[in-house]
């Protein structure tokens, strides 16, 4: 009989188990034998390994000696016992044979060993289901990994992007600063402006209480000429005075238009500047502190929401719906009135690109805001940057601008 084992290099066959007495020199079967047929078959296949192509010729084998055994009780008893020897020499030979190809490829020869047919079987059948198994593994490896390379490839096309998305905004961020830059130098030369305009004023303010002063003094004795010289005098003063109070209003409405937006505390207007040092203290505050403090805003500085606009993610443009909002304030708001404008963002993303993302969104609600106003209507935009103050689990409801209506005192 013949033994199969398996060691790291797979399964091994090994032929024994015959006596000294039993053990005939290798016979090659005869030309038309279908032993022959099939062993040469099976080796003539250069693509399959020799260990597998003799491991198949011993199950064949095998097979024909369980037939053989089955067919005991019909066939002659010295028939039975030649057939035997003949396929036990045959399998000795194979066995030689697979142990020269061991040889040959430094492996060492197997030692001989019996093994019932039943146990030769399953170590087969568990050899193979084995290798079904490798296969399967690498086919779902292969699997997974296609799966990594389309998800790379999907957060490739995402960054792209996001990239062209990102030097879109820093275009536009260019541009901003630009005309950043130009209106700051108009604003100087405003309050240049300004200052000439009030100066000629409180001049001809003089110059009018001076004329009002005289004539109040004059007696009766004064002649038609003068009375009429001093009254029209003192007319001209009080054109000229309108004139310049007209001018001024347009030199300061030109100048708050210039200080729109207010980078920091120093650049805000007076009324407002309580106000954003109340609200920038309360961040990383409970939410029932934020609540308690919004409602006594209004009892110490007169100030209240009016509106909340909310943005998209990474956006600054307002919907249609809120623009008409901001355009009907102007009927509710007083004269003398503040608005401040405060932009904030999430805290998903980048600290510096969400500052920025706040500021251009306080500056779009003042800008539209401010080109349908009342010129004696004041607005003025500034930032807080990125917080979690109005929801922590949803960042998108941080993404907002809050117009606070300060009133005049």
């Known amino acids: 009989m013949s033994k199969l084992r398996v060691d790291s290099a797979g399964p ?17 079967p005869s030309p038309g034998s279908d032993t022959q047929q099939l062993a040469a078959g099976t080796i003539a296949k250069p693509n399959i390994p020799p ?26 008893a010295p028939d039975i016992d030649s057939d035997l020897a003949k396929t036990k020499a045959e399998l000795s030979a194979l066995g030689n044979e697979y142990n020269r190809e061991r040889v040959a490829m430094g492996l060492r020869p197997l030692e001989g060993s019996s093994e019932p047919i039943e146990d030769i079987a399953a170590r087969l059948k ?31 096309l995402r960054s792209e992007q996001i990239r062209q ?71 001209e003063a009080v054109r000229a005075k309108d004139f310049f109070e007209a001018q001024s209003h ?34 990383n505050r409970p939410h029932s502190d934020i609540a308690s403090e919004y409602s006594s805003l209004g009892v110490k500085l007169g100030a209240n929401v009016l509106q909340t606009f909310t943005f ?4 600054s443009t307002l919907a249609a719906e809120d623009q008409d909002k901001i355009r009907n304030l102007v009927a509710d708001i007083p004269d003398g009135d503040l608005l401040l404008v405060i932009g904030y963002a999430s805290e998903t993303g980048n600290v510096d690109n969400n500052r920025t ?49 300060i009133r005049k005192k």
């Open 250 to 283: 347009e030199f300061k409405d030109a100048l708050s238009k210039a200080k729109l937006f207010a980078s920091s505390e120093n650049e805000l207007l007076p009324a407002a500047v309580e106000l954003f040092r109340s609200l920038r203290a309360l961040e």
């Open 126 to 156: 568990k050899d193979a289901d084995s290798l079904v198994g490798l296969a399967g593994s690498y086919q779902k490896l292969l699997a997974e990994k296609d799966g990594e390379v389309s998800a790379r490839n999907a957060e490739i």
């Open 312 to 315: 998209p993610t990474g956006s």
């Open 165 to 235: 998305s990102l030097a879109s905004e820093c275009k536009r961020l260019q541009d901003d600063l630009q005309r950043a830059l130009v209106s700051g130098s108009d604003s100087d030369l405003l309050r240049r402006d300004l200052a000439d305009a009030k100066a000629q004023r409180d001049a001809i303010a003089a110059e009018l209480a001076d004329a009002k002063e005289k004539m109040r003094t004059m007696t009766t004795g004064a002649s038609a000429d003068d009375y009429a010289d001093l009254k029209r005098r003192y007319d």
């Open 51 to 76: 260990a597998v192509a003799l491991a198949f010729v011993i199950i064949a084998l095998l097979g024909v000696l369980i037939v053989m055994a089955l067919k005991i009780g019909s066939a002659p």
């Open 12 to 28: 091994e066959w090994a032929t024994s188990g015959m006596s000294d007495a039993q053990s005939p020199e290798p016979k090659h």
């Open 357 to 405: 993302l706040s500021q251009a969104r306080a500056t779009a609600v003042a800008e539209l805001y401010s080109s349908v106003k009342h010129p004696t209507q004041l607005v003025q935009a500034v930032y807080l940057g990125q917080t979690d103050r109005f929801s922590n689990h949803t960042p998108e409801r941080n993404q907002l601008v809050e117009i606070w209506r």
